[in-house]
């Protein structure tokens, strides 16, 4: 059995979450019961192979209030919301990623018999609603899961190998009264990232489409009907023939019997791009687009346009519409590469997702109109993330509207309501992702379409340039920016640097574009810190101007690092070590005669010896990483580059702590 490492840092993640909340409960409270701290979750691989690459957590328990509140609660007695999590799961995940089975998290002290028997209880009281969970992964009439176990002791002294590393078993949910048994599995084999799902291709299907009912009764009528155009006969697929954009087409249906390209698309599956702008780093293959097309009756008319509707027979007259949204669906499957694989199994996967997100768009409609008016959200949109390299895609359904959430992510964020931030931290908590960071607003979607070609005289800033440096020569710990950035210098946009501006876009924290030259002029002249004659001038911009525009701009806070002379900065390495650690941002030099985004330090705790990873705005080439590179515009320099008879100033960039 393959297990991905992301998927053995999300159990880690998992359990150190509770031990946290387990030491900063009162000691009154660990006294008061011999129950459990523990997580449950979902483990996900890919439903065709014997593998796990993720895990999801399980936030809906029979008594969540106590859990939340980090109190003790019976595993057994209170398992997960079974309907409620499985349908989570079901919604995120592509076609072709299922949950293969279940992971818990312990703190406590027992050992590996006493969590078995615990197990064993759990499963026997549950069993019945997990057979019926499982059950597409069935053969045979037995159900088979895996099941994960990991362990942390309470204290971190008497913290053992038993509890650091997850035990995995293999589970036989049995048929009705048959009682479940955990076998252990011992060959398993730790994956690289992108290593399972690497002969996997990546396939897409897309809808717009108008939902328009009368009443909850009529919304759901309308969503049948269009099931029912999805999945019927009249549904063709324009399908290509190889993975080369000028490859042949060809309109086919479910049922087709024909063979799938296998190696035309292996030798395609290359990195897709997230944000705006290239990133040669995504363990996203390239979607392959697959466009739907259905006929509008079923007594052998021409296939129509991409086009479905839903037009119910009525009395001629007119029904008062209440229910009005627009929905754009974006349905994706993951796909085995074999020579075995048909072209029928790429569309059903694609007609089960689209019908799935269907579904959940329309749960989603249910729920809103039940606890606001229609009115104010008017468009359910799909949207694909992989946040933090994650193994695999994940899709969710955000409404937008005229107060919708979307309409929330420009504006301040005292003005932003509570809803939307609890909403989003309760995904971020299923996902187990970090709760300070805005990895799943819409700005950081994935960008699956080809990037568009930049206007006529403009760039398309390079993304990420450090990424092909090799080691320093230090010998030390490198700690570097974390998240992407763009690469803005000297006669690119006729102007020159504004890296910073683009990090913060790029994570989230803005969707305002980045600032002309011109811009960040005339900002400071209107807070009086520059005359009129400023703006279209020439003149430096330097740390402390920088750190004024960010808190205009972003309401940003930046720390100021002075050093009398640059010679100094050889001794910063600590400090600036801990930055890249705690905040991650990149940091704007400036002194002497000229400025430089600092994108990491290697630092050398023993030695005390540190080299800069530098980003040089001076640039004036092409926008071709290798020739950036090569003449030491992106890379690795000494205390030497600042001079010895001049002040510093850095300024440093503080994350905002917020999703």
């Known amino acids: 059995m393959l297990v991905g490492s992301r998927a053995l840092d999300a159990l880690d993640h998992h359990a150190q979450a509770i031990k946290q909340r387990k ?42 209030e106590l859990v939340e509140a980090g109190g003790n609660v019976d595993l057994v007695a209170n398992p997960p919301n079974w309907e409620e999590e499985s ?23 027992s050992n590996v018999e006493q969590r078995e028997a615990l197990l064993n209880r759990f499963f026997e009281k549950n069993a019945q609603a997990l057979r019926s969970i499982f059950a597409a992964n069935a053969s045979a009439g037995s159900t088979s899961i895996f099941v994960a176990a990991k362990a942390l002791h309470p204290t971190e002294e008497q913290q053992d190998e038993a509890h650091a590393r997850p035990a995995f078993y293999r589970l036989a949910l049995g048929q009705d009264a048959a009682s479940p048994s955990l076998e252990q599995v011992s060959n398993v084999e730790v994956a690289k990232a992108g290593q ?15 939902v328009r009912a009368s009443d909850l009764g009529a919304l759901q009528e309308q969503v049948e009907a269009i099931e029912a155009q999805i999945n019927g006969d009249g549904a063709h697929f324009l399908f290509p023939s190889g993975a080369d954009k000028g490859a042949a087409l060809a309109l086919l249906n479910r049922t087709t019997n024909a063979s799938f390209p296998a190696k035309e698309f292996q030798s395609k599956a290359k990195a897709t791009n997230k944000g705006e702008a290239p990133q040669d780093n995504s363990t996203v293959p390239t979607a392959v687009e697959v466009k739907l097309y259905t006929s509008r009756s079923s007594g052998g008319a021409k296939v129509a346009a991409p086009v479905l509707s839903y037009a119910p027979a009525g009395s001629g007259g007119a029904t008062e519409t209440q229910i009005h949204y627009d929905l754009e669906l974006d349905a994706l499957a993951y796909v085995p590469l074999s020579q075995t694989t048909k072209v029928s199994e790429v569309l059903n996967s694609l007609a089960a997702s689209l019908t799935a997100q269907l579904r959940q768009a329309a749960a989603f409609i249910r729920q809103l109109s039940a606890s606001a008016t229609p009115s104010t959200f008017n468009k359910m949109r799909a949207y694909h993330f992989c946040p933090l390299d994650l193994p695999h895609v994940i899709t969710l359904i955000y409404p937008v509207g005229q107060y919708g959430w979307e309409d929330y992510l420009g504006t301040e964020r005292e003005a932003r309501p509570s809803v939307y931030g609890s909403f989003r931290q ?3 908590r299923k996902l187990l992702l970090p709760l300070d960071r805005p990895l799943l607003k819409s700005t950081n979607s994935l960008l699956l379409d080809p990037v568009p070609p930049p206007a006529e005289g403009a760039s398309l800033h390079l993304r990420d340039v450090h990424r092909t440096l090799g080691p320093s020569g230090v010998g030390g710990r490198v700690h570097l920016v974390d998240g992407s950035y763009e690469y803005y210098h000297y006669l690119q946009d006729n102007f020159d640097d504004r890296t910073i501006c683009s990090w913060i876009r790029i994570q989230g924290y803005s969707q305002l574009p980045v600032p002309t030259h011109r811009e960040i002029q005339r900002m400071l002249v209107d807070m009086k810190d520059k005359q009129s004659s400023f703006v279209g001038s020439r003149e430096w911009i330097g740390a402390i101007e920088i750190q004024m525009c960010l808190d205009k701009l972003y309401g940003l806070s930046c720390k100021i690092l002075r050093v009398s002379s640059g010679a100094e900065l050889a001794y910063k390495g600590a400090e600036l070590a801990h930055h890249f650690d705690t905040q991650g941002t990149p940091v704007m030099i400036g002194g002497g005669v000229l400025a430089y985004t600092l994108l990491g330090v290697d630092y050398n705790e023993d030695s005390g010896a540190v080299k800069f990873l530098i980003l040089d705005p001076h640039y004036t080439g092409a926008d071709v990483v290798k020739s950036i590179t090569k003449d030491k515009w992106c890379g690795w320099k000494d205390a030497s580059l600042f001079r ?10 503080q994350r905002p702590r917020e999703i």
């Open 23 to 64: 030491s900063a409960k009162a000691p009154s409270q660990n006294a008061t019961t011999n129950a459990l701290d523990y997580g449950v979750g979902w483990l996900v691989g890919p439903t065709s192979a014997e593998a796990l690459i993720n895990c999801i957590a399980c936030t809906e328990f029979a008594n969540k």
């Open 87 to 109: 349908k989570f799961v079901a919604s995120v995940l592509p076609q072709g990623l299922s949950a293969r089975g279940l992971y818990f998290c312990f703190v406590d002290d």
């Open 196 to 210: 399972v799902l690497r002969d996997f291709g990546l396939f897409r299907t897309r809808l717009s489409l108008p």
């Open 426 to 428: 309760q995904l971020h």
């Open 644 to 653: 010895k008879d001049s002040f510093y100033n850095l300024c440093m960039p």
